[in-house]
Structures are given as C-alpha cells and as structure tokens.
C-alpha cells in the first residue's frame, strides 16, 4: 500500500519560487513513475510533469519553469517551481503509476490530497 501527501504550498508573488515535495510510504524507484498534476480553480486537473528513472517530461505551460526531481532516499519526489504565474494558481496533486510515463491522470493509482498554490501578480 502507498500513500502520497503532498506539503509545501501556500501563497507567493507572481516571479518568485516555490518547492513542493512529496512523501511517499511506499517506494519511488525507477520501476514507478511519479508525477504532477494540478487542478486550477474551476478547471479540471491538468498534468504538470512526470519522472521515470530521471526521465522527465514536463507540460508546455510548465516547460523551463518546473523541476520535478526524487531524493537519494526515494521516498520523497519535489516539484521546484519557480518564474511562478498567476496562471500557475491551483491544488498540485502527487501521482504514481507503475511503469512508463503518462500524461494520464486515469494512468496513475496512487494520489496524495493536493496541496495549494496560490500565486499572486
């Protein structure tokens, strides 16, 4: 069994940076994939990036700005995010799948609850 909770969210001004991480119960190996989607306030949750195996692929609204990265311990993938949009505003979600990458949100098994961004301009 896995669990996923995602922390380090909270308000910050339109240019500025900000690194979310998420701790996983289970493992982040490279047998998984882990990655990120957001849900902006009224929108359905898009897909911001994913890892496999220090493959990355990343949103085009996304690309240059984030980094999705997994600490030496596995257990704990971050999303560093900087040159922040307002557009950027919205409840980021840790997702894992087993095997390839997706951009699928109906691709990935195990879900954190999300923890919000709020970028201001």
């Known amino acids: 069994q896995v669990q996923l909770r995602e922390s380090g969210g909270g308000p910050v001004q339109a240019g500025g940076s900000l690194r979310l991480s998420c701790a996983a119960s289970g493992s982040t190996s490279n047998f998984y994939t882990m990655a990120w989607f957001r849900q902006p306030p009224g929108k359905e949750r898009e897909f911001v990036c994913n890892?496999?195996?220090?493959?990355?692929y990343y949103a085009d609204s996304v690309k240059g700005r984030f980094t999705i990265s997994r600490d030496n311990a596995e257990n704990t993938v971050y999303l560093q995010m900087s040159s922040l949009k307002p557009e950027d505003t919205a409840v980021y979600y840790c997702?894992?799948?087993?095997?390839?990458?997706?951009?699928?949100?109906?691709?990935?098994?195990?879900w954190g609850l999300g923890t919000q961004v709020t970028v201001s301009s």
């Open positions: 890892w496999n195996g220090g493959r990355t």
């Open positions: 997702a894992r799948k087993f095997g390839s990458p997706s951009v699928r949100g109906d691709d990935y098994s195990r």
